[in-house]
């Protein structure tokens, strides 16, 4: 079992930048991939960013990249999303989750854990 505390989200102007954290609990997570998700009401859970388990591969949505970084710690069982240059459209709740691979995907069924999610607001 993995379970997660998120933080880090808020309301922030566009142009403006947060950072996001995950910290999970468990002996595993240094052997999982993880990744980030998003969703607005209404709308399906959308694909963010992830990475393996070593932090080696990194995986992002057009939407993001070139914008977000994603990075983890495993030493403090921590995965984190830095993100920059925040657009209005980038206002939702974000999820992050756990597969039991050490790599990433793209694809919300892949992942077994998921966080309780984080709003991020970003204003115009």
């Known amino acids: 079992q993995v379970q997660f505390e998120e933080s880090g989200g808020g309301l922030v102007q566009a142009g403006g930048s947060l950072r996001l954290s995950c910290a999970a609990s468990?002996?595993?997570?240094?052997?999982?991939?993880m990744g980030w998700f998003r969703q607005t009401s209404g709308k399906e859970r959308e694909f963010v960013a992830a990475?393996?388990?070593?932090?080696?591969?990194?995986y992002f949505a057009d939407s993001v990249k070139g914008r977000f970084t994603i990075s983890r710690d495993n030493t403090k069982n921590t995965m984190y999303l830095q993100m920059g240059s925040l657009r209005p459209e980038d206002t939702a709740v974000y999820y992050c989750?756990?597969?039991?691979?050490?790599?990433?995907?793209?694809?919300?069924?892949?992942?077994?854990?998921w966080g309780q999610g984080t709003q991020v607001t970003v204003s115009s």
């Open positions: 989750a756990a597969r039991t691979n050490q790599y990433g995907s793209r694809l919300y069924d892949d992942y077994d854990y």
């Open positions: 468990g002996r595993t997570f240094s052997s999982r991939a």
């Open positions: 990475i393996s388990w070593n932090g080696g591969r990194t």
